[in-house]
């Protein structure tokens, strides 16, 4: 920032030097020409610097113009060029020339009120002789070690323009043969002759002290001298630039910091999920030392597996012929029924012809039944007559006999009837068992009937059934193999590399505990991380907020337009100054500078009064 200082007090000891003539250089226009102003404001200080009183001098290249308006709030203006009355208006003053050269120059003088004077800077001078405080009037004429304080502080009510873009500087001639000692700490020293000036800069919105110590025998001051100009040398123009960088510094370390907390943030949601991770990674390596431990075991039961599997794939093998007999099987069984069937039709038949004689044979029993009972009938009757006769004594010895044969004939008779019901009863329980055996037989010729309508109906899918399972069956003996095969080979090269991957298992397990603690022990140093991170963000931002609190000097923008002193609604001036001065301090007076800044009341003529205003403002300066 020193450096800085430097080169900016190195420009401005220059362009105090010019400034005032440049206010004289017409600029070239293109198109229709318009009036232009160069704006100078003169301010009249006291010896300890507030303000007195301030003007404005306006020079005009009128360019041709016959009227030109210029807007604020003045007391009093008056013309320095001419005889042409300033107009007053209630926001500003007009001025109509009649013959006025239309390339000449015009000037005119605006006094400001003094309660609207807003200056970037305001300033508190104070003096010491030899080191006890003092007025201004005690130091004049003095003999000792005069210490003069300028106390700078920037004005919040200032224009942002005003405030960003205007330079300071601050200088005091000393004639070197009237003091015998200088001492101006931090200012620029400049030789002019018997004079040495001491220069003082400040950037934009900086505040500020200067002190300057002159031992002298005879102390006076022909005051101090302020000037603010606007930064718009080319050398000035990285500052936009710089400014650019900066805000870009700001917002990639703010970017940072961000990014940073949201690293931070994502290490400490870490921790938990490293935490079980860690605990995972032991609880593995306990699965491992059980798993050794158990190995042994593993490859036993292994072992009995594949004996298994062995055995249950040779009883199926041993199967695979019995699916061929089951087929056999079911194509026999259907030809048997088929056979049983054929028989019993061929049975049906004669079991019906047996029905029709039993059926007869019942009715020739039943007719000769009723004979003989007619005929048992008759000769009961007879019997019974010739007993009647007998009693009576009216039969014959052969007419008895007689009687007594029909009597054992009867009885006879009656002995067949009873074995003809006998046999009549037998042929009927036949010939209902015959209907019985009938009836069975058509029962049993139906069932087989549909048996072997069911046996051919589902014999297609029982011969499928029987042929898949038989090619099921060897799939699954072709798959156990192929499972004893891969299982052999897998107990073979669990057996060869087992304690090879148990070692690896181990040294691996080992290794990434390891490593999950020493990022535990990481993640606990996220807090002192986040407070570093804190901290860096902490002086970037009160560095950058210092900087920008001590002074505007990266707001200053080369290139924003000028602005007027006295209204926005003015035209953007082609310069602007800012010169103050305090009193004289003088054995004889205290002198107010700008009061000579008044024109003359007598008449001098037009070219005297220009002459007395670059007077003015040279002695001003100097």
């Known amino acids: 920032m020193k450096n800085h200082k430097k080169i900016i007090s190195k420009i401005l000891i220059l362009s105090m030097v010019v400034a005032v003539a440049m206010t004289g250089i017409a600029p070239v226009y293109a198109g229709e020409p318009k009036a232009g102003f160069d704006e100078s404001m003169y301010v009249s200080l006291d010896s300890y610097g507030a303000v007195k009183e301030a003007s404005v001098v306006k020079a005009c290249n009128l360019n041709g113009q016959l009227e030109i308006k210029d807007y604020g709030n003045y007391e009093e203006v008056t013309n320095m060029s001419g ?174 910091y ?52 062995s055995a249950v794939n040779a009883q199926l093998k041993e199967m695979i012929p019995y699916f061929e007999t089951a087929q056999k099987m079911n194509d026999e069984l259907i030809s048997d029924i088929s056979g049983i069937l054929s028989s019993l039709e061929d049975l049906e038949d004669p079991l019906k012809d047996t029905k029709s004689s039993v059926v007869s044979m019942n009715a020739q029993l039943t007719s000769m039944q009723t004979m003989l009972k007619a005929l048992n009938t008759q000769i009961e009757t007879n019997l019974t007559a010739m007993k009647t006769l007998a009693a009576g004594g009216g039969l014959t010895a052969y007419e008895l006999t007689a009687l007594q044969g029909d009597a054992a004939i009867a009885k006879i008779i009656g002995n067949y009837e ?82 090879k991957l148990d070692s690896a298992a181990e040294l691996s397990l080992s290794g990434m505990s390891e490593l999950l603690e020493k990022s535990l022990l990481g993640l606990k140093s996220v807090d002192s991380l986040r407070t570093a991170n804190d901290t860096i963000k902490t002086t970037v931002d009160d560095e950058l907020a210092s900087i920008e609190e001590e002074n505007r000097f990266l707001n200053l923008d080369p290139e924003a337009p000028l602005v007027s002193f006295t209204s926005d609604k003015n035209p953007e001036p082609e310069s602007i100054q800012i010169i103050l001065r305090t009193e004289e301090i003088s054995i004889d007076q205290f002198s107010d500078d700008l009061t000579d800044l008044d024109p003359e009341k007598e008449d001098i003529g037009l070219l005297a009064r220009i002459a007395a205003l670059f007077k003015r403002m040279i002695a001003v300066l100097i």
């Open 83 to 256: 005889y042409d009355k300033p107009l007053l208006d209630t926001d500003g003053v007009r001025f109509q020339f009649k013959d006025q050269d239309p390339l000449s120059r015009f000037y005119f003088n605006c006094k400001l009120k003094k309660e609207k004077i807003e200056l970037p800077w305001s300033f508190d001078v104070s003096y010491k002789l030899n080191g006890v405080p003092a007025t201004a009037e005690r130091i004049a004429g003095a003999d000792g070690l005069i210490e003069i304080k300028i106390d700078v502080t920037t004005n919040p009510s200032a224009g942002d323009y005003f405030k960003n873009n205007m330079l300071l500087q601050v200088a005091l001639l000393v004639n070197m043969e009237e003091v015998y000692s200088l001492d101006a700490p931090g200012s620029q020293l400049q030789s002019m002759g018997t004079y040495k000036a001491v220069v003082f800069a400040a950037l934009p919105g900086e505040e500020t002290q200067f002190t300057i110590r002159i031992g002298s025998d005879a102390f006076e001051s022909e005051g101090i001298t302020m000037m603010m100009i606007p930064g718009t040398l080319e050398q000035l123009q990285n500052i936009k630039e710089l400014k650019e960088a900066k805000d870009k510094l700001k917002n990639s370390g703010d970017a940072v």
């Open 258 to 309: 961000f990014a940073m907390n949201d690293i931070l943030s994502t290490m400490e949601s870490m921790e938990n999920g490293i935490s079980s991770l860690n605990k995972g990674t032991k609880g593995m390596e306990d699965a491992r030392t059980t798993f050794n431990a158990g190995k042994s075991q593993m490859q036993s039961l292994g072992d009995q597996s594949l004996k298994d599997l």
């Open 418 to 499: 009873g074995n003809i019901d006998s046999l009549l009863k037998g042929s009927v329980a036949l010939g209902k068992s015959t209907v019985d055996i009938i009836n069975v037989t058509n029962e049993l010729i139906d069932e087989s009937d549909d048996l072997n309508g069911t046996l051919h109906d589902y014999k297609d899918d029982v011969d499928a059934m029987i042929e898949d399972s038989g090619q099921l069956t060897t799939l699954l003996s072709s798959s156990l193999d192929s499972s004893l095969l891969f299982l052999t080979y897998s107990k073979t090269l669990l057996r060869e590399s087992g304690n």
